[in-house]
């Protein structure tokens, strides 16, 4: 495989997940802010390897535009992370964030019965390949949805929603990921409590992806707004930043002969 078509595999398959994570309500993995950083570097890198031949000045490009999409945003997530009081919010916003928590929320309905069954098994495990029905006590349990692909003893680890019925009548749905039952109940509290926390104060979880994208873009969506001086220092450095990176897209742009409006000669 040429270098070329290397650097741009490696660029669609990272600029993918970074468009996951700009559009994800929240980022999926431990550390996920610095590993989108990282993504941005590497991008931009590759694509810096790809055009330094054909033009000019191209390290100050990118330098910039990882400054405005990729370290000052991430800047501003680290100082919003120290203290939140560094920002304010919009009350529209923090009022739709309340909702899809409470929404969220209802998929956890079934607390009632988990918390029973916390009562009642200790360490018990469920087999997550097996699809007949596993009876423990008065309780019967039915994996879902198992393929193929599933059967293998290196896919164990995956989710599977279970069903629970007791006396043959069905009381909940609990996600496994190991088949053990303490495990997946005490997930499952932990994931109710920090959304009814969520749903008290929404401002100690702005998605990071809301934070990025709204510092991208200067704030004008106005989702937050920079209070602390450090918080305004690293705006006035997106400001100017902005400034030269535009300017030298403006210069780009007045070479190009499609996108230059000029008189059609009779």
């Known amino acids: 495989m ?20 700009v559009l994800g309500a929240e980022m999926p993995i431990k550390y996920g802010e610095t590993i989108f950083l990282i993504f941005i570097a590497v991008i931009l ?50 009022d739709r964030n309340i909702k899809n928590y409470k929404e969220e929320l209802k998929n956890y309905k079934d607390s009632v019965y988990i918390v029973d069954l916390q009562s009642k098994f200790k360490n018990v495990k469920i ?30 680890s995956r989710e599977k929603d279970v069903d629970i019925f007791k006396n043959n009548i069905r009381i909940t749905t609990l996600k496994l990921e190991s088949g053990n039952l303490t495990e997946g109940i005490n997930k499952f509290t932990r994931e109710m409590n920090l959304l009814k926390t969520k749903i008290q104060n929404p401002k100690q979880f702005v998605p990071y992806n809301d934070i990025w994208l709204d510092s991208v873009t200067g704030f004008i969506f106005g989702f937050l707004k920079p209070l602390s001086k450090l918080s305004q220092i690293i705006r006035f450095l997106q400001l100017i930043t902005a400034y030269f990176l535009f300017y030298m897209i403006s210069s780009w742009l007045k070479t190009s002969k499609n996108l230059n409006i000029s008189k059609i000669d009779e």
């Open 2 to 21: 040429k270098n070329k078509e290397l650097s741009f595999l490696i660029i669609s398959s990272l600029l993918i997940s970074v468009l996951k994570y």
């Open 45 to 94: 890198f590759s694509l810096f390897n790809l055009t330094r031949e054909r033009y000019s000045n191209m390290s100050n490009f990118y330098f910039l535009t990882f400054l405005l999409i990729g370290l000052l945003p991430y800047f501003h997530y680290l100082n919003y992370s120290y203290d939140k009081e560094n920002y304010s919010f919009n009350k529209e916003y923090l």
């Open 127 to 156: 087999n997550l390949l097996e699809e007949k029905k596993q009876k423990i006590k008065e309780y019967t349990f039915i994996v879902k949805s198992i393929s193929k692909d599933d059967e293998r003893p290196n896919d164990r």
